[in-house]
């Protein structure tokens, strides 16, 4: 299970370097903060701010939490790496955000 967690985060820092410019540094402590978020939010609602596309920041309330989600039914997505999908609890609907642009975890 470390070993896999480790990887993932490498992985992603790595995606962040070649992508989005970023230096390791910044890459690793960019990937650490999305793997700290997905696991907050597997267990509770998570408060987090992310940088929109279009430059203003957004703070949002979100969750992975199984019992916490409705059911969903109907077309399965294609995975896409590069953003952190997350159920929103002010609005009641799924969305994402680019794990490049996530500032804070509160």
């Not at 509770?44 to 929109?52: A, E, P, T, W």
């Not at 957004?58 to 939490?65: I, M, Q, S, V, W």
């Not at 409705?70 to 159920?87: A, C, H, M």
Request: aromatic share 10%.
């Amino acid at each position: 299970m470390k070993k896999n967690l480790l990887h993932e985060i490498m992985s992603l820092a790595w995606q962040l370097v070649k992508r989005n410019g970023f230096s390791m540094s910044e890459a690793m402590k960019c990937a650490w903060a999305n793997m700290k978020l997905k696991a907050a939010m597997k267990q509770r609602i998570v408060k987090f701010y992310f940088k929109k596309v279009d430059g203003s920041i957004r703070e949002a309330y979100g969750t992975l939490k199984e019992n916490l989600i409705p059911t969903t039914s109907g077309e399965i997505r294609k995975k896409n790496d590069t953003v952190q999908v997350y159920f929103d609890t002010e609005r009641q609907e799924y969305r994402c955000f680019k794990k490049a642009n996530l500032l804070n975890i509160a």
